[in-house]
């Protein structure tokens, strides 16, 4: 590995303690986000990812798929929720839902990411109606679903604990959960940026129980909106306080905001610098997540590619379907092919390893007969736009 060179030597303490494997504290990620010396904070991100995965980069075959824009939520920060009656709602018949998860098993998908908008009138059922009719048709694949904001909502509306939703949940087919609507913690910020989503506190219990009762899940920052340095080292040290309780956790993924078509529209959009300082910053703080993801839609597929040379080791993948990021005004393509996922990495000097939804290297050649051999090669089909407005 290169000479790690600072520039600023208020960095000097903090590159001795990730040498010597030490923990950081809120102080060290506060002095972390407020220097300018991308590249030394960039040469220890990497040198923590390195020694925890040498060169391997992972990418997965999935399919997102969000059942329906109707949101009750209205957070500010958000493009995609419409009220039921405004133009461009939609929900999907759950047999539309079932016709896109078999496609995408035609395509090799091995997880299919679902989350949606808080529905005023869709009862609970129809979500597990959703994750049985799933697993049933398409056994295989893993089912990534619901983010804690959705599992406190459905708690609400099933008038059901927090712990029966999630053992529902579990009991028709989901296998673990997103890391999506942790947002920023903080309460100030909360209160901007979507003051009817479950607070920071319920995020994490919410959290807490998935973990305690076996369902995995990862998590999100969102940064680049209103919140100040010591609000992203708090978030990210409340994370890394449940990891050490619950070891529930498998990715991070910080992910910057879109501010287009927003309430917040006035906001910049971030800087590769910042983004790729989130990536390194949240390598170096998280020292007890095993993987930190470069989301490429959210990040483009170049800062992405940078970003596995910065801390990140997986790149997520092939998606095929983006609404959340898109409504927001999002430049990428929606679908990127496993070859050029491939290229990317490798041309990052990394070497492309096919995960599953937990990190376990998926053999082409194990899977059962009829299966891709490598994943989808072709885009994917015409869109289906079967809508229902309910
Ligand atoms: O929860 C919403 C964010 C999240 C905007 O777990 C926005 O593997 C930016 O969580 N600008 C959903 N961000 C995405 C998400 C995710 C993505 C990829 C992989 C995984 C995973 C999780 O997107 C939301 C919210 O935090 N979001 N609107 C916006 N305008």
Same mark, same amino acid.
């Given at each position: 590995?290169?000479?790690?060179?600072?520039?600023?030597?208020?960095?000097?303490?903090?590159?001795?303690?990730?040498?010597?494997?030490?923990?950081?504290?809120?102080?060290?990620?506060?002095?972390?986000?407020?220097?300018?010396?991308? +590249?030394?904070?960039?040469?220890?991100?990497?040198?923590?990812?390195?020694?925890? %995965?040498?060169?391997?980069?992972?990418?997965?075959?999935?399919?997102?798929?969000?059942?329906?824009?109707?949101?009750?939520?209205?957070?500010?920060?958000?493009?995609?929720?419409?009220?039921?009656?405004?133009?461009?709602?939609?929900?999907?018949?759950?047999?539309?839902?079932?016709?896109?998860?078999?496609?995408?098993?035609?395509?090799?998908?091995?997880?299919?990411?679902?989350?949606?908008?808080?529905?005023?009138?869709?009862?609970?059922?129809?979500?597990?109606?959703?994750?049985?009719?799933?697993?049933?048709?398409?056994?295989?694949?893993?089912?990534?679903?619901?983010?804690?904001?959705?599992?406190?909502?459905?708690?609400?509306?099933?008038?059901?604990?927090?712990?029966?939703?999630?053992?529902? +949940?579990?009991?028709?087919?989901?296998?673990?959960?997103?890391?999506?609507?942790?947002?920023?913690?903080?309460?100030?910020?909360?209160?901007?940026?979507?003051?009817?989503?479950?607070?920071?506190?319920?995020?994490?219990?919410?959290?807490?129980?998935? %973990?305690?009762?076996?369902?995995?899940?990862?998590?999100?920052?969102?940064?680049?909106?209103?919140?100040?340095?010591?609000?992203?080292?708090? %978030?990210?040290?409340?994370?890394?306080?449940?990891?050490?309780?619950?070891?529930?956790?498998?990715?991070?993924?910080? +992910?910057?905001? %879109?501010?287009?078509?927003?309430?917040?529209?006035?906001?910049?959009?971030?800087?590769?610098?910042?983004?790729?300082?989130?990536?390194?910053?949240?390598?170096?703080?998280?020292?007890?997540?095993?993987?930190?993801?470069?989301?490429?839609?959210?990040?483009?597929?170049?800062?992405?590619?940078?970003?596995?040379?910065?801390?990140?080791?997986?790149?997520?993948?092939?998606?095929?379907?983006?609404?959340?990021?898109?409504?927001?005004?999002?430049?990428?393509?929606?679908?990127?092919?496993?070859?050029?996922?491939?290229?990317?990495?490798?041309?990052?000097?990394?070497?492309?390893?096919?995960?599953?939804?937990?990190?376990?290297?998926?053999?082409?050649?194990?899977?059962?007969?009829?299966?891709?051999?490598?994943?989808?090669?072709?885009?994917?089909?015409?869109?289906?736009?079967?809508? +229902?407005?309910?």
């Amino acid at each position: 590995m290169a000479e790690l060179i600072i520039d600023d030597l208020r960095l000097k303490p903090i590159a001795d303690k990730v040498l010597a494997g030490e923990r950081l504290n809120f102080d060290d990620g506060v002095t972390l986000y407020r220097s300018p010396d991308l +590249l030394a904070i960039g040469w220890l991100g990497n040198y923590v990812r390195e020694k925890r %995965h040498g060169n391997v980069c992972y990418f997965n075959i999935n399919r997102h798929i969000n059942p329906t824009n109707v949101c009750v939520a209205h957070c500010r920060l958000c493009a995609f929720g419409r009220s039921p009656d405004a133009p461009g709602a939609y929900t999907f018949a759950l047999e539309e839902i079932f016709e896109r998860a078999e496609q995408g098993v035609r395509e090799g998908a091995t997880e299919f990411h679902l989350v949606g908008g808080l529905h005023p009138d869709l009862p609970f059922q129809y979500f597990l109606d959703l994750m049985r009719g799933l697993k049933q048709r398409c056994p295989g694949v893993h089912l990534k679903a619901f983010t804690m904001v959705e599992v406190g909502y459905f708690s609400r509306i099933a008038k059901l604990s927090i712990r029966d939703t999630l053992l529902a +949940l579990k009991e028709a087919g989901v296998d673990s959960l997103p890391g999506g609507g942790a947002e920023i913690f903080n309460p100030r910020v909360r209160k901007v940026i979507c003051d009817h989503k479950v607070s920071g506190q319920q995020w994490l219990n919410i959290a807490r129980t998935a %973990h305690q009762l076996g369902l995995r899940s990862n998590a999100t920052m969102l940064y680049g909106h209103i919140e100040t340095e010591e609000e992203r080292v708090e %978030h990210l040290l409340l994370l890394r306080e449940l990891q050490d309780e619950t070891h529930g956790f498998v990715a991070f993924i910080p +992910l910057a905001f %879109h501010p287009e078509n927003t309430a917040l529209s006035h906001l910049p959009k971030t800087s590769g610098f910042a983004d790729l300082k989130n990536i390194a910053v949240s390598r170096l703080l998280l020292d007890n997540f095993d993987h930190i993801k470069a989301y490429w839609i959210m990040l483009t597929p170049r800062i992405a590619q940078i970003a596995l040379r910065f801390g990140a080791n997986d790149i997520d993948g092939t998606v095929v379907e983006e609404k959340i990021y898109h409504d927001a005004g999002a430049t990428t393509p929606q679908f990127t092919p496993r070859a050029e996922l491939e290229r990317l990495i490798r041309e990052a000097g990394r070497v492309p390893v096919e995960r599953d939804t937990l990190y376990r290297p998926v053999d082409r050649s194990k899977l059962p007969p009829g299966a891709p051999s490598s994943g989808r090669e072709r885009g994917p089909r015409p869109d289906v736009t079967l809508t +229902l407005n309910v």
